[in-house]
């Protein structure tokens, strides 16, 4: 199997998602939903910071590495981004009050995940998706081993005194300690690897013209449309926060919840990413398209399959898995079943674009989407109805409209809506069939 084979992506893609869904588990037994939900909203946090700080150290770098060297980049790449890491710490302690241990936690952690992307871009850049893949997984599962030592600490640790060294910090500390030592662990590992890589040695073709100025400029352009999308999924708990008649154990379910449309939308991601560096090296537009469509099509079948599991799966099985806290995810999941349908289809299209250079079109098509969900969610979120006022209905509603216009806007902008259509006949007329049965069910 190749080293870009979809299905070798996908599988390390899955056992990544796996290895994090068991983290998730434990967390969500040991906190409950009020403290899952308190540690979604630290996390949130930092990948703000993180999506502004890729706009210097984000998606751009696998091309920058390539013709300017890692070397030199690294070094400037680390100074800004400590930099950024250390305003938002400053500004959180200021704006949030909080532990001053939290901040120093996340920092660390925004530090080491700032490293973690650098590497794996590296491995992009020089076509090594297997690898890439592979460390991915391996950080989930070194994550994994030191928050199980934890997990056992914090249950038989509870025989001990109070006053014991270890309790010096809460348990939400603690999983921000092992995230944050894993991240640092595995960073010092990456370093061996990039050495026996050559990744210290300056291409051949190296050249020193990336200013500033020019670093920024490419940065913006790739990361504002990643950022975007990146808002329109996390847009739900950003207004739940914002609303006093929501507790927090609701924004730890809608977390879960989010876990487990992000495990069953990866199949496309996969693909998606395949598609975009057979893009770069194939530059075929009709074959691009071809691949791009069959790509779809088949994430399209493997995702409805994934979603029927999620329907026919009983509610007492989440709360059994997750804890009493967590009964009400499924009706969540079913909410933003349509999608994460639409999401895992465009996720090759959109890679494509990205492939092409298009990214002020997937900015537009983001942006529109964005728009659209918080007319959708806000207006009738705030509305004072009871069915409303009892769960984020209208939020999840409004995401799904969101990324099935992605969908759309992609097609679109690829022109690919009649040839998606007529080559795939079938799938249109069988999926028609499936609606009207589960409008009749």
């Known amino acids: ?7 070798k992506a996908y599988f390390w893609q899955l056992s990544k998602a796996v290895v994090s869904f068991i983290t998730v588990v434990i967390i969500s037994n040991t906190l409950g939903a009020y403290g899952r939900g ?27 590495f ?28 200021y704006l949030m009050p909080n532990q001053t241990w939290t901040w120093i936690f996340l920092w660390l952690i925004g530090l080491g995940l700032t490293w973690q992307n650098m590497v794996i871009n590296y491995f ?30 914090l249950i038989f640790g509870l025989t001990f005194n109070g006053t014991s060294s ?28 990039l050495s026996k890589m050559g990744a210290w040695a300056r291409p051949t073709y190296y050249s020193d013209d990336l200013t500033i100025k020019e670093h920024s400029k490419q940065g913006v352009t790739a990361q504002l449309g990643h950022i975007v999308l990146f808002f329109i999924y996390k847009t739900p708990l950003f207004i739940l926060t914002s609303n006093s008649q929501y507790e927090m154990s609701e924004i730890g379910v809608l977390s879960n919840t989010f876990l487990i449309a992000d495990t069953v939308w990866i199949f496309g991601n996969a693909f998606g990413m395949v598609l975009h560096s057979k893009a770069l090296n194939i530059p ?9 469509t069959l790509y779809s099509t088949v994430s399209f079948w493997v995702t409805l399959i994934l979603i029927f599991f999620i329907f026919v799966v009983p509610e007492d099985v989440y709360s059994w898995v997750f804890g009493s806290d967590f009964s009400e ?27 092409r250079n298009r990214f002020s079109t997937l900015l537009v098509n983001h942006s529109m989407a964005w728009i659209l969900m918080l007319m959708v969610s806000v207006l009738f979120f705030y509305d004072q109805m009871e069915c409303v006022s009892s769960s984020p209905f209208w939020l999840l509603i409004g995401l ?33 069939r499936l609606l009207k049965k589960v409008m009749h069910l």
Not at 69 to 92: D, H, N, Q, W, Y
Not at 329 to 343: E, F, H, Q, T
């Open 1 to 7: 199997m190749s080293q870009d084979s979809p299905i």
């Open 38 to 64: 308190q540690l979604s909203l630290y996390l949130l946090y930092l990948q703000v910071v993180l999506m502004i700080n890729e706009i210097f150290a984000g998606s751009a770098m696998s091309n920058w």
């Open 66 to 93: 390539a013709v300017y060297g890692f070397e030199k980049l690294a070094k400037r790449l680390l100074i800004i981004s400590t930099v950024i890491l250390i305003m938002a710490a400053a500004l959180a302690e």
């Open 124 to 153: 992009q850049a020089h076509q090594e998706i297997s690898l890439r893949n592979r460390w991915q997984f391996s950080f989930e599962a070194l994550k994994l081993g030191l928050i199980v030592v934890l997990f056992l600490v």
């Open 166 to 193: 270890w309790r010096f910090f809460t348990s939400t500390h603690w999983f921000l300690i092992c995230t944050a030592t894993a991240a640092w662990i595995w960073g010092f590992a990456a370093i061996k690897k």
């Open 284 to 292: 075929n537009l009709n074959f691009q398209n071809r691949l791009a």
């Open 329 to 355: 995810m499924k009706d969540r999941l079913v909410l933003i079943s349509p999608g994460i349908l639409a999401l895992a289809v465009s996720a090759p299209l959109g890679h494509l674009l990205h492939a």
């Open 400 to 432: 799904d409209v969101a990324l099935i216009l992605i969908l759309l806007l992609n097609l679109y902008s690829l022109q690919l809506t009649n040839y998606f259509l007529s080559r795939f006949k079938v799938n249109s007329l069988i999926t028609l």
